[in-house]
């Protein structure tokens, strides 16, 4: 099995394998260009990101906009990102139809094993899913493995280290449900 394939899979791969090395620098090259395209093009603009994304509709991202690989990032029609998104994609990120992100969102599959000899060599990655019609405030984050539910709300500054499920509104550092809706 190939350290892609690892990764892909979830399982402990080397980050520094020179094929992920390159993915990512081809990806952190293509991220450059649209944080520095002149920001009155907006349709040349998100092209950029057109054959590194899957986008399934209509897609705006605010610069600046980062993440390790973009193939694994996948966005529904009417998606919508305020300035500062960043996502660590070494699994798959499925977002659905009707989102918004505020600013300074963090979206990461990454994350590394407890041990540190094994922190040392390896990392691995959890997918994230978030749902249709989801608004997720400002400056949260969403850590590995998590899934939103549809149709909910994640107030500003929160932390998602939990699933948290469909018609909600929650908040706070760790993220808990406070009512639905």
Known sequence: MTE????????????????????RMAAKSICHRFNTYDPTKLNERMALLSDFLTMKGSAHIEPNFYCDYGYNIRLGNNFYSNHNLTILDVCTVDIGDNV???????????????????????????????GSDVWIGGNVSILPGV??????????????????????????SPCKVVKSV
Do not use: F
């Open 4 to 23: 892609k394939e690892k990764m892909l899979a979830g399982l402990p791969y080397d980050a520094w394998d020179e094929t992920l090395l390159s993915e």
């Open 100 to 130: 918004l992100l505020g600013p300074q969102v963090m979206i990461s599959t990454a994350t590394h094993p407890i041990d540190a000899l094994e922190r040392s060599t390896t990392e691995y990655g959890k997918p994230i899913s978030i």
């Open 147 to 172: 899934s939103i539910g549809s149709n909910c709300v994640i107030g500003a500054g929160s932390v998602v280290n939990k699933n948290i499920p469909a018609n909600c509104v929650a908040v706070g």
